[in-house]
């Protein structure tokens, strides 16, 4: 009989539901230690606006993959599909179980699955798509992914320019939408893997989204945006929490409407991340009260600990 495979359990859900604090319970509870697959809550510079756990958070388990780069190095979901499957490859030598948590479902996917392999493409098409983002603007990059490929319009970031510009460098390039390379079979793991995912009702996430801005704005999270403001153009800053801020210290809003399109803009992230995960029929869904015990002893019964 061939020894049972080690465990990674990955909690999953939309941002500002739970999901670090049952990643803690697991944790402690199958002695295991903690990924993170947040891709916002790698780069040391950004602390308040990406949710990084707290300091008693992160004392209450061993955490990798947390503010472990800086936004000056370049960072693809690629470099964290190598360096977590080369994580997990030494620790499951002396480990049974592992708990990998976070909202960005692609990263998720990459190291459970592996990722999908992509023509390609001659650089003078990015060129061309950073022009038009220059000269015309980003509405007119999201128009286009949202003719010709609205299946993954509908799943990606699309205030983010490097996402957008990857997405149509291969529409342009192959002639096929972008989410047509996203079908390839999965990659064998040294591992199985459970899917832990938390839910709420609409109104419930959303208003929780809503208090950890404003949480977040009492700790200093406008001091950590002016601090970044020389380095906007970096590709992690493209995100939820700056850019709305950007505008701000440009005089182009004011601060409480930035605040107001950092909640619009975080709560249609979320819808995004439900979207991502609803198609994940592997994902054992719990609403977000349920009580850890509970989600801890369905893991041993799946598992037979």
């Not at 996402?163 to 390379?181: D, M, Q």
Request: aromatic share 10%.
């Amino acid at each position: 009989m061939a020894a049972k495979k080690p465990l990674l359990i990955c909690v999953v859900g939309p941002t500002a539901i739970g999901k670090t604090s049952l990643a803690i319970s697991l944790a402690k509870a199958f002695s295991a230690e903690i990924i993170s697959a947040d891709s916002r809550q790698f780069f040391k510079e950004m602390k308040i606006g990406t949710a990084v756990p707290s300091e008693k958070e992160l004392k209450a388990a061993i955490h990798h993959f947390i503010q472990n780069k800086s936004i000056f190095e370049d960072y693809s979901v690629g470099d964290f599909e190598r360096e977590a499957i080369g994580f997990l490859d030494e620790y499951f030598t002396a480990n049974q179980v592992a708990v990998m948590v976070g909202g960005s479902g692609l990263y998720i996917d990459a190291v459970v699955k592996g990722l999908d392999i992509f023509p390609e493409v001659p650089s003078d098409f990015r060129e061309e798509l950073n022009s038009e983002l220059a000269e015309k603007g980003i509405e007119v990059l999201q128009k286009e992914l949202k003719r010709v490929d609205p299946s993954y319009f509908e799943k990606v970031d699309i205030h983010n320019p490097h996402r957008l510009i990857r997405a149509l460098e291969i529409c342009r390039c192959t002639g096929k939408p972008y989410s047509s390379f996203l079908k390839k079979e999965t990659t064998i793991r040294n591992f199985e893997t459970l899917f832990i995912g938390l839910t709420a009702e609409r109104e419930t996430v959303y208003n929780r989204i809503n208090q950890r801005v404003e949480q977040m704005v009492e700790v200093g999270l406008i001091d950590e945006v002016k601090e970044l403001l020389p380095f906007r153009d970096k590709n992690a800053l493209q995100t939820v929490g700056y850019r709305e801020l950007f505008e701000y210290f440009d005089g182009k809003i004011s601060q409480e409407e930035a605040i107001s399109e950092i909640k619009k803009n975080t709560r249609r992230f979320a819808k995004r991340q439900n979207t991502w995960f609803k198609k994940n029929e592997a994902i054992h869904w719990f609403d977000y009260k349920t009580e850890g015990s509970k989600i801890m002893a369905f893991i041993k019964e799946k598992n037979a600990f």
